[in-house]
């Protein structure tokens, strides 16, 4: 069974930034891409960004385009999302999710939490 493991999360200022990391326990396993999700109190988790693991092909929702970047490190087999410009409504526990194949996100981290003050 696949884990992944989320790091980075914390508290920071409006307009900081932050940079999570997303590990899994295995270093070989089959993935099409990879992705993070968010989700705040009382709202539905969303779709962040997405990253095609070969290819290298990357796509974002309308809310975080130009401020956050989706990485990848094939060597360490590691996942990163760069965020920049933090606004208060980025804050929320912030996933990694990897997908073997398909569009389904199978294997989930337990989540960062990301804070932004005003």
């Known amino acids: 069974q696949v884990q992944l493991e989320e790091s980075g999360g914390g508290l920071v200022q409006a307009g900081g930034s932050l940079r999570l990391s997303c590990a899994p326990s295995?270093?070989?396993?089959?993935?099409?891409?990879m992705g993070w999700f968010r989700q705040a109190p009382g709202k539905e988790r969303e779709f962040v960004a997405e990253?095609?693991?070969?290819?290298?092909?990357?796509y974002y929702a309308d809310s975080v385009k130009g401020r956050f970047t989706i990485s990848r490190d094939n060597a360490k087999k590691t996942l990163y999302l760069q965020m920049d410009n933090l606004k208060p409504e980025d804050s929320a526990v912030y996933y990694c999710?990897?997908?073997?194949?398909?569009?389904?996100?199978?294997?989930w981290g337990q989540g960062t939490q990301v804070t932004v003050s005003s």
């Open positions: 999710a990897a997908s073997p194949g398909g569009t389904t996100y199978t294997y």
């Open positions: 295995v270093r070989t396993f089959s993935r099409r891409k």
């Open positions: 990253i095609h693991w070969i290819d290298g092909n990357t």
